[in-house]
């Protein structure tokens, strides 16, 4: 497994935005999508708020690679489907709730649905 250079971690992990390109089955990239990203110890994470169905989301599983920009950092990446039962959902829900406070309520509410957390993807840096 990859591991992120520090800087690119702290970088990413602190943007409040991340932007997301996932690959076409050609090879190409589609258009960017812009998300919340969450970082849980050495690893960053991102959610797809209309769960498994949300277009984005369905992106990563054709290639399983694609491309992320955030906190100054363009990175091309692998996509890692989180295990629903690995336990690590939570940590995940808490990292979000830690860093999108400040959007309490529905907004941030929306990264926590159990949709949500079934389309939960670990990036990876290629």
Not at 47 to 52: E, H, L, Q, T
Not at 94 to 123: F, H, M, N, Q
């Amino acid at each position: 497994m990859s591991e992120w250079p520090s800087e690119e971690l702290t970088k990413i992990g602190s943007a409040e935005e991340l932007r997301i390109q996932t690959m076409r089955r050609d090879g190409t990239l589609r258009k960017p999508v812009t998300i919340w990203v969450a970082r849980y110890a050495d690893r960053l994470y991102v959610r797809s708020v209309k769960g498994p169905t949300g277009p984005w989301f369905r992106g990563t599983r054709s290639r399983g690679q694609g491309h992320i920009r955030a906190g100054g950092v363009d990175k091309d990446v692998s996509f890692v489907l989180i295990d629903e039962d690995d336990g690590i959902n939570d940590e995940i829900d808490a990292a979000y709730r830690d860093k999108y406070r400040r959007y309490a309520g529905p907004i941030l509410d929306s990264v926590l649905t159990p949709a949500a957390r079934a389309a939960t993807i670990e990036l990876l840096p290629r």
